[in-house]
């Protein structure tokens, strides 16, 4: 497919525990961007990336939260020592090169859910 | 900062009329992108229309348009002869900056739309 990928789609983590979030951007697509949603709200945003240079990470709440687009492609959230509230759903988006009002392409979002 | 107001938790309307989607921001930025998405059950948030901040023309997109009114600060958007399929979250969200390097966007907490046969 074309869109952009997300695996796995659902996560369980018990406390404590650390995971890994893969996301496959449209190839191509220059930006990149993590969204943490939690239930019945917006997206809030948490990096961007542009290529492998990660521009901005001021929403990543805390050091437990790192993201890494080594290669400028696929791209990896990483949360050690996962707490109960980061329960959410986690969302990336990519956006391809051109001026700015370029939609961004979500993909389905991993939902993460820790006990 | 940039924040977005959704004061609609939730709306009706009946099948093939129009309803209006409130949403107000706040910003410092001379240069801004306004957007609405619609999020369904399913989960995946799908683009609808953008409205750039030097645009004088209201966007439209199909049966969607924006009414933005850049004074008050306000981009609602229009859904004309609304549809079972149109029932979903919404959500209205504004990016900084008017170039390639744009960034983050900052998301309202959205209004939940029901379609009424």
């Known amino acids: 497919g074309a869109g952009v990928s997300q695996s796995p789609r659902y996560k369980v983590a018990k406390r404590g525990q650390d995971v890994a979030l893969r996301c496959d951007p449209i190839?191509?697509?220059?930006?990149l961007f993590w969204y943490q949603q939690a239930l019945g709200q917006g997206p809030e945003f948490l990096t961007y990336?542009?290529?492998?240079?990660?521009?901005?990470k001021s929403g990543l709440p805390s050091d437990r939260f790192f993201a890494e687009r080594p290669e400028g492609s696929v791209s990896t959230l990483k949360i050690q020592r996962t707490q109960q509230e980061d329960s959410a759903v986690y969302l990336c988006?990519?956006?391809?090169?051109?001026?700015?009002?370029?939609?961004?392409?979500f993909g389905p979002g991993t939902r993460l859910t820790v006990l | 900062a940039q924040k977005i107001t959704q004061t609609q938790p939730g709306m009706f309307v009946q099948e093939k009329e129009a309803v209006t989607l409130d949403c107000t921001y706040d910003?410092?930025?001379?240069?801004?992108?306004l957007f609405w998405y619609k999020q369904p059950s399913s989960g995946e948030m799908i683009f609808l229309i953008y409205?750039?901040?030097?645009?004088?023309q209201n966007a439209t997109e199909g049966r969607y348009s924006l009414n933005f009114q850049k004074a008050r600060k306000s981009a609602n958007l229009v859904i004309s002869a609304s549809q079972l399929g149109d029932s979903a979250m919404y959500f209205c969200?504004?990016?900084?900056?008017?170039?390639?390097?744009?960034?983050?966007?900052?998301f309202g907490d959205g209004t939940t739309l029901t379609v009424k046969p």
């Open positions: 988006a990519s956006r391809s090169r051109g001026l700015s009002y370029n939609e961004q392409f």
């Open positions: 190839s191509g697509h220059v930006s």
């Open positions: 990336f542009q290529n492998e240079a990660q521009l901005d």
């Open positions: 910003t410092s930025d001379q240069s801004y992108g």
């Open positions: 409205q750039g901040s030097y645009d004088e």
């Open positions: 969200a504004m990016r900084e900056g008017y170039n390639t390097n744009a960034g983050k966007s900052t």
